[in-house]
DNA sequence: CGGCCGCTTGACTATTATCAAAGATGGTGG
DNA sequence: CCACCATCTTTGATAATAGTCAAGCGGCCG
């Protein structure tokens, strides 16, 4: 299976990349304040009414929908430099705080006034909302189309491309998260999760300090496991070379 | 499993109910011409730049990504009545006529001078966005987390409601799609669909005269299903009530 | 009438979930 | 400072759901 990735870039490629959020957020928050949020603390919870945007200063926020049986899909991450709470005016599901976070806010009231003031940076919120729903149909496919190994790599791949992209080592990938975050990011348990990287580190792909440490040693490979291209040679032939 | 359908209504529910979208649309489309599509054709595709937008008069729209070898993922359908390409400049995923369909058509050029003078019809087209990110994260849901009986309960309460709104019989569902739109819908193959019809039919909860044409005998108990509420009566006893 | 396409059914396989339990790790309190 | 407890992760054994491969049926259109 191939993905293509070309037209990944389709709901932004015809405008020029946005100026940075966190500019953004600097020229319009003025009223803004800053907050901590604990570990495993929801920033906000699905059906409350969006009061403010923030600006993610430090750490990583899983977003995630639940079933009153406490299953959970968790839809996405962000990161340090990502600003937060775009969606829509009542949250359509959780925010909650993998690590400590420290948040920069903005008022409802001043986001409204500067869309209303700045067009380009109406155009960013707008974009922001079209990328993230591309996103998820990105993912609808990673969840339905790809095996667990594909979809592990994926999200290493995925961690790993970020990590360049904040000029950090794209090889050496810290994982902030639990493996039940993974688990319902990837639409696995966290038994399949945790097999998945035992095989990966059988086959050489990665090495792991602990839980939260790894190390990509061959990304070709995981890119090509990511990007479904690894023919005959996914998820079947790694698990047998651990059984080996 | 159970799912909550409160939240449901949270990204509209603190704001009137749109007007009718076909009265924008006439108010606004004067350039507008009308389009027929043949069935299986294609509207546009993944990475074209948005030209039009479009007011389903009849037909049925498939919306869908595509892998290089034939693998995709349907992320919905469109009826009678929608407005569709409202998503981005440059669209996200092909849209296909499940049948032939009528499209009156409005210009980009006109939709923007509507969305620029009509702060009604532009928070329609902003509502209308955050709507489908809703609907995507749900069906992230569906997708990952329920059984194929619970996915295809889910498909046909979905057929029934739309019914039920549009004035038709909520019990008698016509399903004008194939099973590989089904299918490649609830990210499942084209076997297990009809299996599980099959499995319906046997359960007494569905009666069919042919494969697009079903009645809906029992909809509280595929209403259960769909929502994952059947506990232990779910994909498991209609499987073995087959096998008996 | 024949061929093609879509749907259904069957037999078998494989991937992943489930159930269960044993290491780690980290934090707290004695 | 160490022991204990709670939580998270890993590993193992087993089972079940859905996928794959294969073939037969039926309708529709040329």
Redesign the interface.
Known sequence: ????E??QH??I???PRPTDPAAFFAKHASQGGCRKVAAHQFIWI??D?RREIFLIRSGVVCFS?M???G?R?V?GFAYPGDIIGL???????NAEAVQCCKLETMTIAAFQRATGMDAAFARFA??H??A???H??????V???MTASERLAHFLMDLSKRNLRVGHSPTSVLIPMRRIDIADHL?LTIETVSRTFTCFKAAGLIAMEDPAVVYLIDPARLAALAS?VDEEEGSVSIRRKLAA
């Open positions: 299976m191939q993905i293509i070309a037209h389709s709901a490629a015809f405008r699905e059906g009414v929908r079933l009153m049986d299953r899909v839809t969606g829509s005016a009542v949250h359509a599901r707008q974009d909302v079209s993230e729903l591309l998820s149909y990105e993912h609808l496919m969840l339905t189309k639409g479904g």
